[in-house]
T-cell receptor, first 111, second 116 residues
Framework: GENVEQHPSTLSVQEGDSAVIKCTYS??????FPWYKQELGKRPQLIID?????GEKKDQRIAVTLNKTAKHFSLHITETQPEDSAVYFC??????????FGTGTQLKVEL | GAGVSQTPSNKVTEKGKYVELRCDPI?????LYWYRQSLGQGPEFLIY????????DSGLPNDRFFAVRPEGSVSTLKIQRTERGDSAVYLC??????????????FGEGSRLTVL
């Protein structure tokens, strides 16, 4: 089955700096890569996703890049704000919404 | 409803007991998913319903776990003879995307199960 690894497990940045979270996947047939944000005690919420026919996608301060050859994808958050503090999960899918999640990155944005 | 609703939000039970966890998806969403999230981990897929039928139950850990969705809306996850290792947050999600299509999963707040 699919295996997704995520790094780092914790990330601390100063407000206004950029944050980068990286994930690798094992199955080259995976074709859908969403990112979910989960605040403490809350539900995961989709923040951005990318499909395998696209190399990069951007939505305001958030961008995701995908390298199919290397089987890795990354989340980039620019101009970080305190409200960006949360756990971020990457995920991969071979088709449909049966997602394999990474282990999460605890992002802390410090004032 | 406005979002995915799950009950109970918290359930404490003793080892060996039977539990039921309920999920009410977003109205009109045909696809419903159950995931399990252990402390410090990402959600782990359990089962997926398309309408009333379980389209993929490959994530259910063993035959103590069972889920139903008799009318294609509300779903119940049932766990028999609970074990301490079953302790986790059980997340339900729904999607308007049918079949093998991908799209946003809308998660509920989860049911936190603690087996003593």
């Amino acid at each position: 089955g699919e295996n997704v690894e995520q790094h780092p497990s914790t990330l601390s940045v100063q407000e206004g700096d950029s944050a980068v979270i990286k994930c690798t996947y094992s199955d080259s047939a995976s074709n859908y890569f969403p990112w979910y944000k989960q605040e403490l005690g809350k539900r995961p919420q989709l923040i951005i996703d990318i499909r395998s026919n696209v190399g990069e996608k951007k939505d305001q301060r958030i961008a995701v890049t995908l390298n199919k050859t290397a089987k890795h994808f990354s989340l980039h958050i620019t101009e970080t704000q305190p409200e960006d503090s949360a756990v971020y999960f990457c995920a991969a899918s071979l088709g449909g919404n049966k997602l394999t999640f990474g282990t999460g990155t605890q992002l802390k944005v410090e004032l | 409803g406005a979002g995915v609703s799950q009950t109970p939000s918290n359930k404490v039970t003793e080892k060996g007991k039977y539990v039921e966890l309920r999920c009410d998806p977003i109205s009109g969403h045909t696809a419903l998913y159950w995931y399990r999230q252990s402390l410090g981990q990402g959600p782990e897929f359990l089962i997926y319903f398309q309408g009333t039928g379980a389209a993929d139950d490959s994530g259910l850990p063993n035959d103590r776990f069972f889920a139903v969705r008799p009318e294609g809306s509300v779903s119940t996850l049932k766990i028999q003879r609970t074990e301490r290792g079953d302790s986790a947050v059980y997340l339900c999600a729904s999607s308007s995307q049918a079949g093998g299509h991908t799209g946003e999963l809308f998660f509920g707040e989860g049911s936190r199960l603690t087996v003593l």
